[in-house]
């Protein structure tokens, strides 16, 4: 997620102005984002896909509406009880999940939209992202697969061969 980071240049390390303190997070905090990072999908930047902030999904993975809260008031996070939406895709895109491609079919030509759910990365929370990984949550990917089922687009993935 380097390439894709505002506070990082991928030839130059961190821009100027924009160093990281990682110590700023103690052992705690660390542990709640390292969580937190288990539920972000790329496209583009990364998304925390934090749907249903009460959901078991996320919930026993230690995510719930204190814990973001507690994000928010670190700077590590944005949460809107409304939810966020991103507009304007055509009738196709793609988003990663753990080097996964996920393409999704609207069912409209253009003018369509992908809710993100209740959490946005803050450009440290981005910057973090590209530093704290968490293993991909196949149960969440398949949670994930099914919600945009259900809201009528065609979602497809490519397999890795075993």
Known sequence: MVENNPLIDPGRGILPGNEINICALDEKDTALFTSLRQFVWVQGEPLPLIYEIENEIYTKHGINLPVLK???????????S???VKRKFGQHTRLFY???????????AADNQLDLGHVLLTD????????YNAKPNQ???????EK?????MVVS????RS
Request: proline share 0%.
């Open 82 to 84: 409304a939810g966020y």
């Open 70 to 80: 507690h994000l928010e008031a670190i700077g590590l996070i944005s949460l809107e």
């Open 139 to 145: 149960e969440f990917y398949e949670y994930v697969i």
């Open 157 to 160: 993935s490519i397999l890795a």
């Open 98 to 108: 753990y080097g996964r491609s996920t393409k999704i079919r609207f069912s409209q």
């Open 148 to 152: 945009w089922f259900r809201q009528g």
């Open 124 to 131: 440290w929370g981005k910057a973090l992202a590209a530093i």
